[in-house]
């Protein structure tokens, strides 16, 4: 049954002494991951020291969700699940942080 | 001895240098109609109109450009018409005289100017992106420079006609900068406008300084 | 450190001005920005004075990046470049970038805190297809 509020799937695991942090969530708003909203991840993105990626599937291909013009053309629609994956300090908060962004709409609906 | 060959052995002196500059200003502005039409058959149609506005400027500075050494009078003139005339002209004629301003010592033989010049028209082509050939004002600077690095007799009067032919030789040239390179073969047959101002003014510098 | 300042230079007063106003819309406001559009008359081209006047507001310890639209923008942004005080020119670039799409991704890179080479480097992306 298909599941209509963002799923949180996190999985933290303590490798190599780097957290890593896996999570997806649908996209919801009308526009999907348009042009205001590409730029938001992205601001919301670089707040975060971990190395962060977003992928359309849970095996990628990875997109750096720092770069502006990567997520741009990453261009998915609404009821996309967007997956997220980081490995750094603060991976678990970057991680719930995106999750969030996606599950507020971008703060624009 | 022409006057230009004086150069060299005299300052420039404050009348010198503001009938240099009176020169030049009027007769650009004296010609800003023949400019214009020049420009309208192959180019934005105001190459006369924004020369004149940046030598309008210049003549409402003359005071303080005459009283000036040359190579800071050469400076301000070149920030005068990059300000004043815009359009494609405006950076080249400001980048020809800012450098000229830059690279001539206050009291300039003729071999400083010939190599002054040199370096101007060197900065002209990196701003306008451009080479002699592409039937723009280089056409004219480029074989005025050769003349006055070779010097000889009778300086002023080759130089000016060597200006005056140059920008002539421009009407069977091809553009392949600005807008006149949209028109392709069209542009032949009419003189290039830049080519034609430069000459004037080049022509203007080798009358005073011809006598 | 001051984030990276972004001036938008168009043949048209209005494309300056509007991508001005997207890229506020969209990135935000910790992002100095300002913009030069048309020529001395108010007509389409550009102003070398104008532009040097939006490179001073949108002036930053961090650099300032330089969109542009056709050929003029970028010669007489250049020009404008050279006739800065030395100390300043440095750290001034014209981007190779489209100029609205580059002013965003350029103000959205530059939000983040990242320096002036990568601020340009993220508008030029845009040109690789």
Known sequence: MPDDKATLDREEEERDDVTHSTASAVLENEVGLHARPSVKLTQTAKRFAAKLEVALAVDGPWVDAKSPVKIMRVKASKGVRLHFRASGPDADSAVRELVSLVERKFDEE | MDGLEQVAEHRVDQTLQRRLIETVASVVIDHADELTALDQAIGDGDHGINLKRGFDAVRADIDKLAAQPLPDALKAIGTLLVMKVGGASGPLYGTLFLTLGKELPPNPTLADLA???????????????????????????????????????????????????????????RAVRGRASFLGERSVGHVDPGARSSALMVMAICHVLGG | MANVGIVIVSHSPKVAEGAADMVRQMVGDN???????????????????????????????????????????????????????????????????????????????????????????????????
């Open chain 2, 115 to 173: 190599q002054s010049f040199a370096k101007a028209i060197e900065a002209v082509k990196a701003r306008g992106k451009s080479t002699a050939g592409q039937k723009t004002m280089l056409d004219v600077l480029v074989p005025v420079q050769s003349i006055l690095a070779e010097r000889g007799i009778n300086l002023a009067a080759r130089t000016a006609a060597a200006a005056a032919s140059a920008a002539e030789a421009t009407r069977g040239l």
């Open chain 3, 31 to 129: 992002v100095p920005i300002a913009y030069a559009g048309g020529n001395a008359d108010g007509g389409l081209g550009t102003d070398v004075g104008a532009i040097m006047a939006a490179i001073e507001r949108a002036w930053s310890s961090a650099g300032v990046v330089v969109l542009v639209d056709l050929g003029g923008a970028e010669t007489n942004s250049e020009m404008a470049i050279e006739m800065l005080p030395a100390s300043r020119q440095k750290r001034v670039v014209v981007c190779n970038a489209p100029v609205v799409e580059g002013a965003v991704m350029a103000a959205t890179e530059s939000s983040g805190g990242s320096p002036l080479e990568v601020v340009k480097r993220t508008a030029e992306e845009l040109m690789a297809s």
